[in-house]
């Protein structure tokens, strides 16, 4: 059975669902932008303080999403520096340079659809690589981690955001459950993509090795998510967090409001009239230098 399952797991298929889906949510992602950056800003600013950005750098952000972390990266390295924003969502990268001249910097932003796993650019070109919640979602981690090296120059840096665990991440574990025993879903197949895929002990700093980086290094961060209450994590979670859409995608539009009121059911456990909603999180920062 196990390997029927495999078989039946198609990259290119996978890709092509992610890039529609956030083409679709990538509206939903900018909108919520402000509450997103406030749950992930500390460990934003570890990865950019990971990866060594210094005034002039060169840096590549797989994965950027709209907008973020790019325009924190272009402020390190400022006006001397360059920032390629890229995703597999052509919606979502045009986001970003809507973004990018917003906040005054698109002389520094450019923006590129691409897939990550393959980045269609020359050797030894940047000082850094960032990749901010996007290397779990991909199904070859370790080949894309071999090539993020090689467009690094000697000496650069690759800094990356994960989540870690399902048991220490309630904020997406909950969800998930109730999503898959709903919707019927078998669970994930061990290194099949996913939130977690990447979060076990030794797991991230093993892909690392893999792809020839020497002496990587793992660091845990605290993130978790802070709401006015349930009703706003559950919007933000219908809006923005295209997987969660994703899984439910052949349920019936009914049944599909059915499982998000059980999700809300469930995570009012997190809020409390002293502290609003707060619901756990953890990510694991990996940074290795070529």
């Not at 001249?101 to 850094?128: C, V």
């Not at 059911?265 to 002293?274: I, K, Q």
């Amino acid at each position: 059975m196990a390997d029927s399952q495999q078989a039946a797991f198609d990259p290119a298929k996978y890709k092509n669902a992610q890039r529609e889906q956030w083409n679709k949510d990538g509206a939903a992602w900018r909108r919520w932008n402000p509450a997103l950056d406030r749950w992930y800003g500390e460990v934003t600013r570890l990865m950019l303080d990971q990866a060594g950005l210094q005034p002039g750098h060169r840096v590549l952000d797989i994965a950027a999403g709209a907008g973020e972390p790019s325009v924190s990266a272009a402020a390190r390295v400022g006006p001397g520096g360059h920032v390629l924003a890229t995703d597999i969502s052509e919606g979502i990268i045009e986001l970003a340079r809507q973004v990018a001249d917003e906040h005054g910097l698109g002389h520094i932003i450019e923006t590129r659809a691409m897939d990550g796993e393959k980045p269609d650019l020359p050797d030894a070109s940047f000082d850094a690589v960032i990749c901010r919640l996007g290397l779990m979602y991909m199904p070859h981690p370790v080949a894309a981690l071999g090539e993020w090296r090689r467009v690094l120059k000697p000496g650069g840096r690759v800094a990356v955001v994960v989540f870690s665990t399902p048991e220490r991440n309630d904020w997406g574990a909950v969800p998930v459950s109730i999503i898959r025993r709903r919707a019927q879903l078998p669970a994930p197949l061990p290194g099949q993509p996913g939130p977690f895929s990447l979060g076990a002990p030794g797991v991230l700093d093993g892909a690392f090795r893999q792809a020839g980086f020497a002496a990587p290094e793992v660091h845990t961060v605290s993130i978790p998510g802070r709401m006015s209450s349930t009703a706003e994590y559950v919007q933000l979670a219908r809006e923005a967090f295209g997987a969660f859409n994703a899984m439910m995608a052949t349920l019936p539009a009914q049944e599909r409001e059915s499982v998000w009121d059980e999700v809300e059911g469930a995570m009012r456990s997190y809020e409390s009239s002293a502290g609003g909603f707060v619901v756990p999180g953890e990510c694991l920062v990996g940074v290795a230098t070529r």
